[in-house]
């Protein structure tokens, strides 16, 4: 299972800090996934063998013009791991457009109909349970919170969207075991079966375009194969 992070100067603690805990909670990987105007410099390799686990780069569009979304994406595209785009003014457009893989928090800004998880599912655009202000809030914007995410539970499940699941910690202090999100999980509605595939799914999104983007990927089921010549 993988966890989606936000590493200092996006959030306030760096990639290895991010990773030394996920590793000591079990988690497989990390997705840096820090917005586009405060990346985060690391070296991923480095952190990978000294915590044990894989380290996913991202990118998290935040902008409300679809224009300038577009040329972003283009552009980390071929750069990133797993491109996501901040859910709010451009939820329509980040569910339309076939090279972004997650829509983050799509709720929190902003809203999912039916029509627009129906895009999501034609365009595989993975809607985010982002369990942060869930797990972080008190009072009516945690309800608001939990009332959003069963709304997108009941989507999701109704077309068989493609969905992840993450905590969207930007500290490590504020990551949790992936015990504690199942218990979060279950004031939204999900079962464990479903928070994990939720969690598992970034690992696979990232495996998956790591496969496209690596010179033996010509297109889905065609890769150039390697043949010794006859003496």
């Given at each position: 299972m993988y966890e989606a992070?936000?590493?200092r100067p996006d959030g306030e603690a760096t990639v290895a800090r991010l990773a030394r805990t996920a590793a000591d909670y079990g988690y497989e990987g990390v997705v840096v996934r820090n917005h586009g105007d405060a990346r985060a410099e690391y070296d991923a390799e480095a952190v990978a063998d000294e915590y044990g686990l894989d380290v996913v780069s991202a990118i998290e569009i935040r902008t409300d013009d679809p224009g300038q979304a577009g040329g972003l994406i283009s552009n980390y595209r071929s750069k990133v791991d797993v491109v996501c785009v901040h859910g709010g003014p451009l939820?329509?457009?980040?569910?339309?457009?076939p090279k972004v893989d997650v829509l983050a928090h799509p709720m929190r800004d902003g809203d999912v109909n039916h029509v627009l998880t129906k895009a999501a599912v034609e365009n595989g655009v993975h809607l985010e349970f982002n369990l942060g202000r869930v797990l972080?809030?008190?009072?009516?914007?945690?309800?608001?919170?939990?009332q959003g995410l069963q709304k997108l539970r009941e989507l999701v499940e109704t077309y068989d969207a493609?969905?992840?699941?993450?905590?969207?910690?930007?500290?490590h202090l504020e990551l949790r075991a992936p015990r504690e999100l199942y218990a979060v999980g279950e004031a939204v509605g999900f079962d464990r079966e479903t928070v994990e595939a939720g969690l598992r799914a970034w690992?696979?999104?990232?495996?998956?375009?790591?496969?496209?983007?690596s010179e033996r990927f010509i297109e889905p089921g065609v890769r150039i194969e390697e043949h010794e010549e006859d003496p």
């Open positions: 992070v936000h590493a939820n329509r457009f980040a569910v339309e457009e972080q809030a008190d009072g009516g914007p945690r309800v608001q919170a939990i493609p969905f992840v699941v993450s905590a969207d910690a930007a500290s690992g696979e999104l990232a495996e998956r375009n790591r496969r496209r983007r």
